[in-house]
């Protein structure tokens, strides 16, 4: 991923909570037999003093590419954030010079490691009930994977497979119109508040 300096997030906590905040995830494996993509939800853990942590996910087992997986040297996993179109007309320079064109602003986070293919049925059942309570804290009524019978649990869990991946770099960009004027900042930030997708006014939240 290309990273202008003044694009580049360097704040490796930040880019840890940016994981936690945007978990939904892509599993890129390529290797002799291609390149392949596939979807899924991730739980970030670990990431204290020089570890960058450990991300993990599980697969169905049907699903062959978890056999790629676990023979891959490197694996790279994309995390994206909010984004949203940045039109000219928001630029008070605009009007003084003309010397604008439109723009995207985003936030993504790449992350790269060797991954391991887990089949233990305590880890994955450990690994589901993370996942599902760092999703279910802000329900009103939160689920557990407890509050399912048990034999129906267990037979899920034979179905898939745990991936765990140990960070080697974690790489981030957040595209926030850092390289224009204050004033221009506060145009583009004005702007997509008022925009009607949630992804604009999410990303009008990184502009300072």
């Not at 599980?58 to 996993?77: K, M």
Request: a negative charge; proline letters at 5%.
């Amino acid at each position: 991923m290309y990273i202008p300096n003044h694009f580049k997030e360097e704040s490796q906590e930040k880019l840890q909570q940016y994981i936690r905040d945007y978990s939904f995830g892509l599993l890129v494996v390529a290797d002799d037999e291609g390149i392949e993509a596939n979807h899924v939800p991730f739980y970030l853990c670990g990431g204290k003093n020089d570890s960058l942590g450990q991300l993990q996910c599980h697969l169905a087992r049907s699903n062959p590419v978890w056999q790629r997986v676990a023979s891959c040297a490197r694996i790279l996993a994309v995390f994206q954030g909010p984004d949203a179109y940045v039109s000219p007309s928001w630029y008070p320079t605009k009007a003084e010079t003309g010397r604008v064109v439109p723009t995207w602003n985003y936030l993504a986070v790449h992350v790269q490691g060797k991954a391991q293919i887990i089949h233990d049925s305590d880890w994955l059942k450990y690994h589901l009930q993370q996942l599902t309570d760092q999703h279910e804290l802000q329900m009103p009524t939160p689920w557990s994977v407890d509050d399912a019978p048990t034999n129906f649990i267990e037979r899920l869990v034979q179905n898939v497979v745990g991936v765990e991946i140990t960070i080697e770099t974690l790489t981030g960009k957040l595209k926030a119109s850092q390289n224009q004027s204050e004033k221009n900042r506060a145009g583009v930030k004005a702007g997509l508040e008022i925009e009607e997708s949630a992804q604009s006014r999410a990303m009008a939240k990184f502009i300072r």
